[in-house]
């Protein structure tokens, strides 16, 4: 494959491309494919690749919460370098039904300080404006 998948999937994720619907997500893939010179924005594996790319749950919760790759381990009960290699597309992921529910515990722990901290950050914007 010519393509730079990265850059791609680099740009597709700051767009938030990963929470779109399949066929806009594929869409906004060809888009972002047509903007690399000399690539086919119909390559069918380019975008498999990157679309297989941007739906990695266990890169996205670790980006998002930051952990480290120790952290990540502890909490799917896989390996460190299992972490590694899921997170750099070494090997497909394989996410246990009790992996998941420790994920989405720690989401939601996150969702609830996240709606804590947009609260203070209005009371704060209204303050401002006053």
């Known amino acids: 494959m010519s393509v730079d ?3 791609v999937v680099r740009k ?3 767009a ?3 929470a779109l619907p399949t066929r806009e997500r594929r869409t906004a893939i060809q888009m972002a494919l047509m903007e690399v010179p000399a690539a086919n924005p119909d390559d ?3 975008i498999r ?3 297989e790319r941007l739906t990695r749950i266990i890169s996205r919760f670790k980006d998002f919460t930051g952990l480290r790759d120790a952290d990540v381990a502890r909490i799917i009960r896989k390996s460190r370098p299992a972490v590694q290699a899921y997170v750099g ?3 497909p992921e ?3 039904r009790q992996a998941a529910d420790e994920i989405e515990r720690v989401l939601m722990s996150r969702k609830e300080e996240l709606d804590h901290l947009l609260a203070d950050v ?3 914007k209204r303050k401002a404006s006053e």
């Open 5 to 7: 998948v990265s850059s």
């Open 12 to 14: 597709l994720r700051a």
């Open 16 to 18: 938030g491309a990963e």
């Open 44 to 46: 069918e594996k380019a």
């Open 49 to 51: 690749e990157i679309d």
């Open 89 to 91: 597309g070494r090997i």
């Open 94 to 96: 394989k996410i246990s």
């Open 122 to 124: 209005r009371v704060a």
